[in-house]
């Protein structure tokens, strides 16, 4: 009954420790009486009997120990070159590991669907890094899994804050590598935001995966770019229409903090004109109504001598306009705004936004033909920064890696009850 209870093949109970207090600690061995050498064949003899204490799935609403003596065997052949054998049993225990195989699993799985690992050690009642051990030997298999990643069409690229390190709080960054069809996939995340790390993933992807790469998401990067340039040159490259705005966005800052400058000799104060126009700057202007407009134009005018942020407010409002035009009309509508932008008579701010249009107007433009944006990738960020919460921060990038890609990495779960957990590093 006690072997019924416990729930795995060929085991026989030995015993039950049941301290107050304490986990339950089952006494366990296996029913094998006959055992062949592993290199020979030739029937093995008992040396001895060891106690390995494995932490197992909680029972009775308490934590419990798995104790198994494991049995080693001696060879008795004097040409085997294997002198001594400890027995091994999968259903039990992986070799090496301090879990049971069916309490690794389940780690996992509460892990991979966001837990935090101390939550899952508190109510095993072990301590974090056994819990981790077990996520890694049983969730790398799925993450590595080659049918994780199917045939994509539109791909991502996107940088994460990964950790501030040192006593300057240096941060480190990550990118990610999305696929920003729907429903979105996070395929990987690499160290850094140069090309030199993405590159080198899609690189080792099979040449007929990239191929069918068909369209290529970035923000405003140059390293992104060069990424795709060296390794997708095929794939058509769009900006992403948020940060193209979000630039305009910035610029007209820039313009309003320069004019508060000279015009006031001070940064802005809470009843400066244009201070308090900087959120209807930012605003889209089909969301003012008649009372946010009018109050709008009135801090311009009270703030603005010069025309200056006005001239910026509708540089802005004329470039989200671009994300509104036909196909057939985004390249002549975005040439003119361009050429608009660099006269010498537009602020120099607004020179810099179209000197930077200009050297990105393919990729922009692109988006008419594409529709396909970063928001996945954003998404997908947000979803690693829940992680990132869950975690308290990480140190190091391999646990990093591994649990973002089981949360958001559309593993097959299918798997974990079949899969072989990796070997201990």
Not at 1 to 28: F, K, W, Y
Not at 389 to 394: H, I, N, S
Not at 409 to 415: E, L
Request: charge should be positive.
């Amino acid at each position: 009954m006690c072997a019924l209870v416990v729930g795995l093949p060929a085991i026989r109970v030995l015993g039950v420790e049941d301290d107050p207090g304490e986990p339950l600690r089952v006494h366990v061995e296996t029913t094998a009486t006959v055992v062949g050498c592993t290199a020979c064949g030739t029937r093995a003899w008992l040396k001895d009997q060891r106690p390995v204490a494995l932490v197992d799935l909680a029972a009775f609403g308490r934590p419990a120990v798995l104790v198994w003596h494991k049995r080693r065997w001696r060879c008795p052949e004097p040409a085997c070159g294997t002198a001594t054998f400890t027995e091994t049993q999968p259903a039990i225990a992986a070799p090496r590991a301090g879990v049971t195989d069916r309490a690794g699993r389940w780690m996992t799985r509460q892990v991979g669907q966001g837990q935090p690992v101390s939550a899952v050690a508190g109510e095993l009642g072990c301590d974090w890094h056994t819990v981790m051990d077990a996520v890694v030997a049983y969730g790398t298999p799925l993450i590595e899994d080659p049918d994780r990643i199917e045939q994509v069409s539109a791909l991502g690229l996107d940088e994460t804050l990964f950790v501030r390190t040192g006593t300057w709080r240096r941060r480190s960054w990550v990118t990610s590598i999305v696929d920003v069809t729907q429903p979105a996939q996070l395929l990987d995340v690499v160290e850094g935001r140069t090309a030199k790390a993405p590159s080198a993933w899609l690189e080792a992807r099979p040449a007929a995966w990239r191929v069918d790469i068909a369209w290529a998401a970035l923000d405003l990067s140059g390293p992104y770019r060069k990424t795709f340039n060296d390794t997708l040159p095929d794939a058509v490259q769009v900006a992403d229409p948020f940060h193209v705005i979000k630039l305009a966005n910035t610029r007209l800052d820039d313009v309003r903090r320069r004019v508060q400058q000279e015009t006031l000799g001070h940064r802005g104060h809470r009843d400066d004109p244009l201070y308090r126009s900087r959120r209807l700057l930012t605003k889209a202007h089909e969301r003012l109504d008649d009372q946010g407009e009018a109050k709008l134009l009135s801090f311009l005018d009270a703030g603005d001598p010069h025309g200056e942020v006005r001239m910026a407010w509708h540089a802005k409002e004329t470039l989200r306009g671009l994300f509104d035009q036909p196909a057939e009309a985004a390249a002549g509508y975005l040439a003119e705004l361009i050429e608009s932008l660099l006269d010498r008579s537009m602020p120099r701010e607004l020179q810099q936004l179209g000197r930077t249009l200009r050297r990105w107007s393919d990729e922009i433009v692109a988006w008419h033909q594409a529709q396909v944006t970063n928001g996945p990738t954003e998404a997908m960020n947000s979803l690693i920064k829940r992680i990132k919460r869950v975690g308290f921060g990480f140190r190091r990038f391999r646990n990093y890696r591994l649990r973002v890609l089981l949360y958001a990495g559309r593993p097959n779960w299918d798997q974990l009850a079949t899969i072989t957990p990796a070997p201990p590093p």
